[in-house]
């Protein structure tokens, strides 16, 4: 399997909803990221899991709050979104020290 | 500052016709170059991925090069098809940033029949 799935593909919700975005690898990467991606922009990176430890954070608003329960699973948790962080979210992993990421397909946030 | 820089930011090509899209970065020091393939709404596909000691390398239709002195790169796609209507990314890693690397703003290229 050499492919990174994310749940949901499309997702709506209000400035007072709590909901989570769902990655998954079965490729034994023990590197997993979150980006975001704004239209026309490239992806910023968001969060950076290393042996399910969070190991780069890059002043993410604690409003984004990301959770790697096992080697194969990485969830983000949003909480309080605004408007502003409608965007594609993707997911990528990769063999730990090695920078070939392979991504997801991204979830399409819609923050009303 | 590391930065890549990406030419052109737009392209528009004729089917069939070949194309060459340009990279230029000031990541330092270099560990390796990447390009990717992003459909709009999906996640970017790796196409290439050079370490320094690389100069060329090919996958299918497209073939990038590296001039690791000049620091620049290209991404020459070879009898275009519709399929390759995409945005086309160059990301650029350095060895002491572990996990982060530099993306471009890409190429957003567009075949018309």
């Known amino acids: 399997d050499t492919e990174v799935t994310q749940t949901p593909k499309h997702l709506v919700m209000g400035m007072t909803n709590k909901k989570s975005l769902k990655c998954e690898q079965h490729?034994?990467?023990?590197?997993m990221y979150w980006y975001k991606q704004k239209a026309k922009k490239p992806p910023e990176l968001m969060f950076v899991y290393s042996y399910e430890k969070l190991s780069i954070n890059e002043s993410v608003p604690s409003r984004f709050s990301p959770e790697c329960p096992n080697s194969s699973l990485l969830n983000l948790h949003l909480h309080a979104l605004q408007p502003e962080d409608s965007a594609l979210y993707l997911c990528?992993?990769?063999?730990?020290?090695?920078?070939?990421?392979?991504f997801g397909p991204g979830t399409r946030l819609t923050v009303l | 500052k590391n930065q890549v820089e990406q030419s052109p930011q737009s392209l528009i090509i004729l089917e069939g016709k070949n194309c060459t899209l340009q990279?230029?970065?000031?990541?330092?020091?270099?560990?390796?170059l990447r390009w990717y393939k992003q459909d709009t709404g999906r996640g970017p596909v790796s196409l290439t991925i050079m370490t320094f000691s690389e100069n060329t390398k090919s996958n299918g239709r497209y073939t990038a090069t590296l001039d690791a002195d000049t620091k620049q790169s290209s991404l020459h796609i070879t009898a275009s098809q519709l399929s390759d209507s995409a945005s086309y990314i160059c990301v650029v890693s350095a060895n002491t940033n572990a996990g982060k690397s530099t993306f471009g703003d890409g190429t957003t290229l567009t075949v018309k029949p």
């Open positions: 990528a992993s990769s063999r730990m020290g090695s920078d070939e990421q392979f």
């Open positions: 990279c230029n970065y000031t990541v330092s020091p270099f560990s390796n």
């Open positions: 490729m034994g990467h023990r590197a």
